[in-house]
T-cell receptor, first 118, second 116 residues
Framework: DVKVTQSSRYLVKRTGEKVFLECVQD?????MFWYRQDPGLGLRLIYF???????EKGDIPEGYSVSREKKERFSLILESASTNQTSMYLCASSFRTSGRATGQETQYFGPGTRLLVL | AQKITQTQPGMFVQEKEAVTLDCTYD???????LFWYKQPSSGEMIFLIYQGSYDEQNATEGRYSLNFQKARKSANLVISASQLGDSAMYFCAMREALTGGFKTIFGAGTRLFVKA
């Protein structure tokens, strides 16, 4: 079974703190993703990575950065946390595919981190 | 523009009955993939079912089936014989081949309540 783990289930931080959210997958997936989930907005993509040391901005990258030094690990960094970053953060991974959609691109998610910024 | 639309914020269903969760999508690509995920109150997103745009048969996985109507651009999830454990948020998602499989777009979700 695919296993995606996230370092914390719940996190409480203060405004201005630097926050690290870690994600690890054990399926040798090339692609990894960070989403935030807010009520009524579904999942919104923050950043994704399709290879080690590669990263691409998603739809809402402002206020975030990422790091992918190893294939299995993808970190989300909040340089200076703000209250509007209080949210549920979900990490996902998938195989890299191109061309015709086959189903191999299915993303598998970690359990999520509920972050509260005070 | 909204690419995935789930028009039902919440749905109720009686235990053991079937329920259909609606999903419509918008894409100009010929090759795309459609997914349904379940999110229980624990928060984890659980992959349920996949349908490729070239697949001629509707996808089925146990009690889950995807009613794929390509011309109408709809991909409704049908859950047969609902169970109390089916109470959760359900998300429809789409992957577009043109983006190289790097992005998947999610709908806003439908919350399903199964009544005993």
């Amino acid at each position: 079974d695919v296993k995606v783990t996230q370092s914390s289930r719940y996190l409480v931080k203060r405004t201005g703190e630097k926050v690290f959210l870690e994600c690890v997958q054990d399926m040798d997936h090339e692609n990894m993703f960070w989403y935030r989930q807010d009520p009524g907005l579904g999942l919104r993509l923050i950043y994704f990575s399709y290879d080690v040391k590669m990263k691409e901005k998603g739809d809402i990258p402002e206020g975030y950065s990422v790091s992918r030094e190893k294939k299995e690990r993808f970190s989300l960094i909040l340089e200076s946390a703000s209250t509007n970053q209080t949210s549920m953060y979900l990490c996902a991974s998938s195989f890299r595919t191109s061309g015709r959609a086959t189903g191999q691109e299915t993303q598998y998610f970690g359990p999520g981190t509920r972050l509260l910024v005070l | 523009a909204q690419k995935i639309t789930q028009t039902q914020p919440g749905m109720f269903v009686q235990e053991k009955e079937a329920v259909t969760l609606d999903c419509t999508y918008d894409t100009s690509d010929q090759s795309y993939g459609l997914f349904w995920y379940k999110q229980p109150s624990s928060g984890e997103m659980i992959f349920l079912i996949y349908q490729g745009s070239y697949d001629e048969q509707n996808a089925t996985e146990g009690r889950y089936s995807l009613n794929f109507q390509k011309a109408r651009k709809s991909a409704n999830l049908v859950i047969s014989a609902s169970q109390l454990g089916d109470s959760a948020m359900y998300f429809c998602a789409m992957r577009e081949a043109l983006t190289g499989g790097f992005k998947t777009i999610f709908g806003a979700g439908t919350r399903l309540f199964v009544k005993a």
